[in-house]
């Protein structure tokens, strides 16, 4: 386990500005989340708001949630208090029961939140989420042979990542589909570990493990398992190319692609031996070794030359088509014989060999070249290993915007985020991105940011981000455009909101310093309301007082600080919304929180040595461990439980925030993953999907329309009638 970084996502904070302020009416409003999940704890915000300074006493307020649309069962009720001490803005935790899904699950279910007091009463039909968690599997091994017990664990967390103690369906099913077993357990401390027994007698393939909450079975979860015959490998042969990435116009003459062989022994000592590898090209119709680059190697005396010519080079002539006699074998110019000394070497492709292959260049863009390696030592141990993932391509880079609004505030400035990979996606680390005489370089996880400048009135933004490497020639440089229009002040008030965000990685404990900053001068402006959400909750809310020109606050200054509730989390995307006379103006910004997880572990042992382990975390924290034989990682790891893999899932299931900031003043509420009404007739329309867009821009993907049901149009004319 060592030293990790956990990732933020979906924070943000949502800043409405009052006072109220149509014809001198109180207003009072209710926000929820946008999706509602069931069986978990979810904060519920009522605000009350009086230009005139009405508000002289407290007032008690009713949260209740009820069925939909019959009303008639009672779900949850929690009580608040309007004060002054808390400047008329209350907060309650309702739940939804874990039982309070349908039978269908195509179908769309909702419910009814009200708040009701003496002075208002105010309802909001929201959407309801079955999705009640994540589930984790780890196996003991990645691969099996029939007879073999499979040991495994499945770690069950809530929407927070903490322990979660429910209960879970699990069954295993063989390689046909079938379903062998399918019981029902309690994960215990959010554990279940068990052992399942692949039978004698059983189909080799892909086994799978499935499982799901049992009051969720929309939603399952599974990992896979190999079941076939196998022998362990006498050393680990790693293959490792210079670059990522083969460039197809590069000069025939420089453009030389070099892997390194390493060959080391299960127990970390290095090979001493020989090698034959094959190079090749993958396209998405076909696979074709390359005759020419086929690497012969003069045996060691002590090696026996026949055993070996015999074996693995007859192999290699066969993946390049060449006869007994050894012809067509390549020159030392196009390619070299790798000799393995002290567990490594080097064998060499150049673009020559490629060209000699493929008359027509354009077969190989986008084709992946691979390499096939044959290692046997000075004992007489052979090892085959493959390697592939060096794209041929005429750039260097893709480069997509990252989670990008697709409005802008006309007159201040628009902060621009891009994702840049190699052609390999992984992230583009350092890489120079520039836009409109703005330069900036990717971080390590191969993101950009900058800013543009905007007129004042200016309705459309072309924007065109491109890279600005030195080394590349503008034909390599790659470019990115999209468009984005003004945001709609209501009314055409020209009402705006700046929000800049201190964007230094916050820790536990810390403030999240933000300046906020109003287009115009405006006196009517008195406070500000915030509300923080986290991978789709409200976790904090509170009032700041506005001042003139601009005002500080933070989360920990007035909220509370960050605290382990909203990590992990990327993307941190600050929307605002501000009234003035029934006008709304909104502003966003975006920033990172991380986190970092105190686990640490030796990570390197002696044969027959004691295994001494030592870990640090959380007190009382159930902990799982697992020791592996390196010599079955060699044999396959896609199916291992890394921590990009949780992430990955957390996004997946991710139903918090879009990417965009809102187009208007009831947009922004929407897209920030809220749901709210008013007394003075503004508010959202209830969601229709629970899978928000992707991080990406042009990737999003927007929620399903859901079939017609008499429920979804129940709910869309409850949202068209107006408030309460």
């Known amino acids: 386990m060592g030293t990790g970084q956990l990732h933020?996502?979906?924070?943000?904070?949502?800043?409405l500005l009052g006072p109220q302020l149509a014809q001198g009416r109180p207003l009072y409003l209710l926000a929820a989340p946008n999706v509602l999940r069931t069986g978990s704890h979810e904060m519920v915000v009522v605000q009350a708001q009086d230009p005139d300074g009405g508000l002289l006493q407290d007032v008690a307020v009713t949260i209740r949630i009820f069925d939909f649309p019959a009303r008639r069962q009672l779900l949850s009720e929690a009580a608040a208090t309007l004060s002054s001490t808390g400047s008329f803005l209350a907060k309650a935790m309702v739940q939804v029961p874990a039982n309070y899904i349908s039978s269908d699950p195509a179908e769309k279910q909702y419910l009814v939140v009200q708040a009701q007091s003496s002075l208002f009463l105010l309802e909001k039909t929201i959407l309801v989420s079955p999705h009640t968690?994540?589930?984790?599997?780890?196996?003991d091994k990645a691969i099996y042979t029939p007879g073999q017990s499979v040991r495994y664990r499945i770690l069950s967390v809530n929407h927070m990542m903490d322990p979660l103690e429910t209960t879970c369906v699990i069954a295993i099913q063989n390689p046909e589909g079938i379903t062998l077993t399918s019981n029902s357990w309690q994960m215990v401390k959010g554990f279940y570990t068990a052992t399942f027994w692949i039978p004698e007698q059983s189909?080799?393939?892909?086994?799978?493990?499935v499982a799901w909450f049992q009051q969720s079975p929309q939603q399952p979860y599974s990992t896979e398992f190999e079941d076939k015959e196998y022998v362990l490998p006498a050393f680990e042969v790693?293959?490792?190319?210079?670059?990522?990435?083969?460039?197809?116009?590069?000069?025939?003459?420089?453009?030389?692609?070099?892997?390194?062989?390493?060959?080391?022994?299960?127990?970390n000592e290095p090979v001493d031996g020989y090698a034959l590898a094959i190079f090749g090209v993958r396209t998405e119709t076909q696979r074709n070794s390359l005759r020419e680059s086929l690497q012969r190697v003069d045996v060691s005396p002590h090696l026996g030359r026949g055993r070996v010519g015999a074996g693995v080079l007859r192999h290699h002539q066969a993946l390049a088509g060449i006869g007994p006699c050894g012809r067509c074998c390549p020159g030392p110019a196009q390619c070299l014989s790798p000799q393995i000394t002290q567990g490594t070497g080097t064998a060499t492709l150049t673009l020559d060999v490629l060209h000699n292959a493929f008359k027509n260049?354009?077969?190989?863009?986008?084709?992946?070249?691979?390499?096939n390696v044959t290692v046997f030592s000075a004992g007489g141990d052979t090892v085959l290993a493959e390697k592939s993932g060096v794209r041929i391509a005429r750039t260097s880079y893709r480069i997509q915007f990252f989670r990008m609004p697709g409005f802008f505030k006309p007159g201040m400035p628009f902060s621009i985020r891009v994702y840049v990979t190699s052609v390999d996606e992984s992230p583009a680390v350092g890489v120079c991105i520039c836009s409109e005489a703005q330069q900036s370089r990717t971080t390590e996880e191969g993101l950009a940011f900058l800013n543009l400048n905007t007129a004042a009135g200016q309705k459309v933004l072309e924007i065109e981000v491109q890279t600005c490497e030195a080394g590349l020639i503008p034909d390599q440089q790659v470019r990115v455009t999209m468009t984005a229009h003004a945001y709609q002040t209501q009314s055409?008030?020209?009402?705006?909101?700046?929000?800049?965000?201190?964007?230094?990685?916050?820790?536990?404990g810390s403030t999240l310093q933000l300046l906020l900053q109003i287009g115009q001068p405006n006196n009517n402006i008195k406070?500000?309301?915030?509300?923080?959400?986290?991978?789709g909750q409200i976790v904090g809310a509170w009032v700041q007082p506005c001042s003139q020109g601009s005002t500080v606050t933070g989360w920990g200054a007035a909220g509370g600080a960050i605290d382990a509730a909203?990590?992990?989390?990327?993307?941190?995307?600050?929307?605002?919304?501000?009234?003035?006379?029934?006008?709304?103006?909104?502003?966003?910004?975006?920033g990172q929180l991380h986190g970092h997880c105190p686990t640490d572990m030796l990570r390197s042992f002696r044969p027959d040595g004691e295994l001494r382990l030592m870990v640090t975390g959380d007190a009382r924290a159930l902990v799982g461990l697992v020791a592996v034989d390196q010599a079955l990682l060699t044999l396959g790891k896609k199916n291992k439980l890394t921590q990009k893999k949780i992430w990955d899932m957390v996004e997946r299931y991710d139903i918090a925030c879009s990417t965009g900031s809102g187009q208007n003043h009831v947009g922004v509420f929407t897209d920030a993953g809220l749901d709210m009404v008013t007394n003075i007739g503004i508010r959202t329309v209830a969601r229709t999907g629970t899978i928000r867009g992707g991080r990406m821009h042009g990737a999003a993907v927007s929620p399903a329309e859901p079939s017609p049901s008499p429920i979804l149009e129940e709910a869309r004319k409850e949202d068209q009638s107006g408030g309460v």
């Open 238 to 267: 790693e293959l490792v190319p210079d670059r990522k990435f083969l460039y197809l116009d590069g000069k025939r003459d420089r453009e030389v692609l070099t892997f390194t062989i390493n060959a080391r022994f299960m127990f």
């Open 492 to 508: 055409g008030s020209g009402n705006l909101l700046h929000i800049q965000a201190d964007l230094q990685p916050p820790s536990v």
């Open 527 to 535: 406070q500000f309301t915030i509300l923080v959400l986290s991978k």
């Open 8 to 15: 933020v996502l979906g924070l943000l904070l949502l800043l």
């Open 133 to 139: 968690g994540y589930l984790f599997f780890q196996t």
């Open 566 to 590: 909203i990590l992990p989390c990327r993307g941190l995307l600050l929307p605002g919304k501000w009234r003035d006379c029934g006008r709304c103006c909104v502003a966003g910004d975006q």
């Open 203 to 209: 189909t080799t393939g892909t086994w799978k493990i």
């Open 361 to 371: 260049p354009e077969e190989l863009v986008d084709a992946i070249i691979f390499i």
